[in-house]
């Protein structure tokens, strides 16, 4: 099992740019998030998707899009890039709430540099 | 609003010793606590994670222990080892049906040889 994959695994954009962040798990999980890692404020979160069909804002949503295309798939979007965007992304995914299993596992990263 | 802090930032130790983060939270009201490790330019490993009605989980040299009327919790590491020089991130998952995060700054350790 792979776990979760991400691509790309770094992007520079221009400002105004867009582009997709890619996330997919294998392990049949129900949820899946999007955070974003900066210097000196941690790791925050930008969506989630508790389940297939559903997403939600976190706590820094603005500038972005989330699609849960299926299951396994959840992809983050920039329509237009920011350098505030600059960052490194990371995904992740649960089995779910309720089923004891609400460990997450996470995504290699995608570092973005936003110009 | 839930508020997760961990001190110290950083810490250095001589290889052998035994060690502990700690990790502190707010809002007492929390799901479960999940402490990660993450390596240099990676992305973070689950380490261990204890539900709100239990008191500690153990997983090889690791122990976590959570106190939830006082807002704690801390990692224990026995027998240090170089390999274990790492970012350790707590994490607090709320009360409410969805599962959201709110990670500390992390504790960078340094296992010294």
């Known amino acids: 099992n792979a776990g979760v994959t991400q691509t790309p695994k770094f992007q520079v954009l221009k400002t105004g740019q867009s582009m997709t962040l890619q996330c997919a798990q294998d392990?049949?999980?129900?949820?899946m998030y999007w955070y974003r890692q900066d210097p000196g404020m941690g790791l925050r979160l930008i969506y989630y998707?508790?389940?297939?069909?559903?997403?939600d804002k976190g706590e820094v949503p603005n500038g972005y899009n989330v699609s849960r295309l299926n299951k396994r798939e959840f992809s983050l979007r920039l329509e237009s890039a920011a350098p505030s965007q600059t960052s490194v992304y990371f995904c992740?995914?649960?089995?779910?709430?309720?089923?004891?299993?609400?460990?997450?596992?996470f995504g290699p990263g995608t570092r973005l540099l936003v110009l | 609003k839930q508020e997760v802090t961990q001190i110290p930032a950083a810490l250095s130790v001589p290889e052998g010793e035994n060690l502990v983060l700690n990790c502190s939270f707010t809002?007492?009201?929390?799901?479960?606590l999940q402490w990660f490790r993450q390596d240099p330019g990676k992305g973070l490993t689950s380490l261990l994670l204890i539900q709100s009605s239990q008191r500690e989980q153990t997983s090889g040299r690791l122990n976590a222990s959570l106190d939830k009327s006082s807002g704690r919790s801390t990692l224990y590491i026995a027998a240090s080892q170089p390999g274990d020089s790492a970012t350790y991130l707590c994490a607090a998952h709320g009360s409410s049906n969805t599962g959201k995060l709110i990670f500390g700054q992390g504790t960078t350790l340094q296992v010294k040889p």
């Open positions: 809002d007492s009201a929390i799901y479960n």
């Open positions: 998707s508790a389940s297939e069909g559903t997403t």
């Open positions: 992740a995914s649960s089995a779910g709430l309720g089923t004891g299993k609400e460990t997450q596992y």
């Open positions: 392990m049949n999980h129900n949820s």
